[in-house]
């Protein structure tokens, strides 16, 4: 009976990994060796940090730059690397490096985090990801270590390896205020080839997902072989960076010269998608603009990725839904697969999850900081689809709408069914059926 009334389940145990780590993090970061006044940092603007960089999101109440000391620097990046991994996939890796195999819940639980098919595996699949994070992180720092140190001398070394890791683990957090002004982000490379490229690259690549990689590696560019959510995830991230990014090239931007404008309408197609740096300021952006970057931060990256969002995969197949009823198809169809109706039930649920608490939330912050409604709806948008991206009323906020932004970005992260079926339950199966009835709708 005892046993039972404390068991965990797979779901809970994410969701106690995560609050563990945000409140270690979060008194790490209120000590006086954390901040670069050597002063105490309040508890609700430290445990705002911690929640930021374990979400993986970027929103910040200090530029993290000039506020936090190089310790500081290093836990909100320690933070980072485990938000982006994933709070179990780090602890069961540890577990498998000391040589003690993993038992069933352990593999269950992982399986959950990096969102695999199977146990099957598990242990070899998490031995790949682990080798390709470290191998891609390595590369961008490599790749940029030239250039910031070219720019700021031995401190590039440190600034290459922060923002790769960043980048990569969709965070963005940035270091760049000692530089470039507070909360200046990347504004100062906008036309820095290789600086955007880089940063671009790192973004998708970590945002893609685990499982893509894998079919990726295996299949190398025979597309046909590739799972269907491989499929679909490549397919709608390219539209989700080729239309944008056509539209902030024709329409946005145009006082730039044509290199930067390239470069600056790529990168805020990609950033959206749960990274959160910005290589131009966004309150120049119109409101049309601003309410496609909102709908990017909403959909945010893939499954089992570092990215959040309620993903690419759940639009798809919302999308698909939508098409099967235009055509009057008994099922949802994507690349001559049917789509299971429990995956089509829950793609809507999440949807309009995500939808009310953004809406509630964006409303409630607009009243409490007498914003502008779009502004208060950008900064939600943000933090639930753990992007980071801001128009600069983060700093200034009062305890009410903060509360709010961690509680966005914490459901953000462990996903939406994550965190009810942790809080509620799965729910027990129904082994009966109701009579039918119609009802009108449309």
């Not at 969102?115 to 598990?122: H, K, L, R």
Request: hydrophobic content about 50%; glycine content about 10%; some cysteine.
């Amino acid at each position: 009976m005892f046993k039972k009334r404390f068991h965990l389940s797979k779901f809970k145990t994410i969701l106690l990994g995560y609050l563990f780590v945000i409140l270690i993090g979060a008194f790490l970061l209120s000590l006086p060796i954390s901040s670069a006044s050597k002063t105490w940092t309040s508890f609700i603007d430290s445990i705002f940090t911690s929640t930021s960089a374990v979400c993986v999101t970027g929103l910040v109440v200090f530029d993290t730059a000039t506020h936090w000391s190089m310790f500081g620097q290093m836990v909100i990046l320690l933070l980072i690397q485990i938000g982006g991994m994933g709070v179990i996939t780090v602890a069961i890796s540890f577990i498998m490096l000391s040589g003690k195999k993993i038992g069933l819940f352990s593999r269950d639980a992982l399986k959950e985090s990096i969102s695999a098919y199977n146990v099957g595996g598990i242990a070899s699949l998490t031995k790949f990801i682990l080798k390709g994070i470290f191998l891609f992180e390595l590369l961008g720092a490599i790749v940029m270590m030239p250039f910031f140190c070219k720019e700021f001398g031995w401190n590039g070394v440190w600034i290459s390896i922060f923002h790769s890791i960043s980048a990569f683990c969709n965070a963005g957090f940035d270091i760049m205020g000692k530089y470039s002004g507070e909360f200046s982000s990347l504004t100062m490379f906008s036309s820095m080839s290789i600086i955007n490229i880089m940063i671009c690259l790192l973004i998708v690549i970590g945002g893609i997902g685990f499982i893509v990689w894998k079919d990726i590696y295996d299949y190398k560019l025979n597309f046909k072989k590739y799972r269907l959510q491989s499929k679909v995830v490549i397919i709608m991230s390219i539209i989700l960076i080729i239309l944008p990014g056509l539209y902030f090239f024709f329409f946005e931007f145009n006082d730039l010269n044509l290199k930067e404008r390239i470069l600056v309408s790529i990168f805020q197609a990609i950033t959206p998608r749960t990274a959160g740096f910005n290589t131009i300021s966004l309150n120049g952006v119109s409101e049309v603009g601003l309410i496609i970057l909102i709908i990017l931060m909403l959909i945010g990256g893939s499954p089992g990725s570092t990215a959040g969002g309620m993903k690419t995969s759940t639009i798809a197949v919302i999308f698909a839904s939508i098409i099967s009823v235009f055509k009057n198809k008994a099922n949802a169809e994507l690349f001559k697969k049917r789509i299971s109706d429990e995956n089509v039930k829950n793609a809507f649920a999440i949807f309009f999850l995500y939808l009310f608490i953004f809406l509630f939330s964006g409303l409630v912050i607009s009243k409490v900081e007498n914003v502008p409604v779009l502004t208060g709806l950008f900064e939600t948008a943000s933090a639930i689809g753990t992007v980071g991206l801001s128009l600069g009323i983060t700093p200034a906020l009062g305890l009410i709408s903060k509360i709010i932004l961690i509680i966005l970005m914490f459901f953000g992260r462990l996903g939406g069914l994550t965190l009810i079926y942790a809080t509620l339950g799965e729910g027990k199966q129904q082994h009966y059926k109701y009579p039918v009835e119609k009802i009108i709708v449309g």
